[in-house]
T-cell receptor
Framework: GAVVSQHPSRVICKSGTSVKIECRSL??????MFWYRQFPKKSLMLMAT?????????EQGVEKDKFLINHASLTLSTLTVTSAHPEDSSFYIC????????????FGDGTRLSIL | AQSVTQLGSHVSVSEGALVLLRCNYS??????LFWYVQYPNQGLQLLLK??????LVKGINGFEAEFKKSETSFHLTKPSAHMSDAAEYFC????????????FGQGTRLTINP
């Protein structure tokens, strides 16, 4: 079945560092990918929708300049957390939309970001 | 706008007992409904989904859920809990075929007591 690979699985870095998270569709092409953020013991909140070849669509309240999203190819979307601070520490998960009728989304395994 | 409410942020049952995780949704269009399970520091795994047709859907690991339109509910059940069922469970809704965004409930942590 369709597989989404997310990398890295865990990042620990100093405040002020920019961190890039990659989300790849391994055996299918995805013109759209979703980026979610999950706070500890909380639900997943959709941050943005990346669109291949065009600008990402951000949800209300998400800082575009803080969370840069690029969807440069049909198999790769990236989320860059710029000048990360401790409050950006979270679990970030990407997903690819359903590949057919009645099909589910396919989630990556997530990235645990810890900013010291 | 769609929304999902999961009653009970934490449910604890004994091994072998019935598992019941509650989910109510709000949607202005016929919904697609999902249950996902998340183990610590991992992504989401689909347990089951309702799109159209039969309202009682069976999923993996012995779980099932019933779509009740009149009650706007999609509760998740399993007849006999296993220790390996301990995890976080999320109910989610989307706007149906062609719509791709998922709206998640706040999650329910399931604990299994030996």
């Amino acid at each position: 079945g369709a597989v989404v690979s997310q990398h890295p699985s865990r990042v620990i870095c100093k405040s002020g560092t920019s961190v890039k998270i990659e989300c790849r569709s391994l055996d299918f092409q995805a013109t759209t990918m979703f980026w979610y953020r999950q706070f500890p013991k909380k639900s997943l909140m959709l941050m943005a929708t990346s669109n291949e070849g065009s600008k990402a669509t951000y949800e209300q309240g998400v800082e575009k300049d803080k969370f840069l999203i690029n969807h440069a190819s049909l198999t790769l979307s990236t989320l860059t957390v710029t000048s990360a601070h401790p409050e950006d520490s979270s679990f970030y998960i990407c997903s690819a939309p359903p590949q057919g009728p009645n099909q589910p989304q396919h989630f990556g395994d997530g990235t645990r970001l810890s900013i010291l | 706008a769609q929304s999902v409410t999961q009653l009970g942020s934490h449910v604890s049952v004994s091994e072998g007992a019935l598992v019941l995780l509650r989910c109510n949704y709000s949607s202005s269009v016929p919904p697609y409904l999902f249950w996902y399970v998340q183990y610590p520091n991992q992504g989401l795994q689909l347990l089951l989904k309702y799109t159209t047709g039969a309202t009682l859907v069976k999923g993996i690991n012995g779980f099932e859920a019933e779509f009740k339109k009149s009650e706007t509910s999609f509760h998740l059940t399993k007849p006999s809990a296993h220790m390996s069922d301990a995890a976080e469970y999320f109910c989610a809704v989307s706007e149906g075929q062609g719509a791709q965004k998922l709206v998640f409930g706040q999650g329910t942590r399931l604990t299994i007591n030996p």
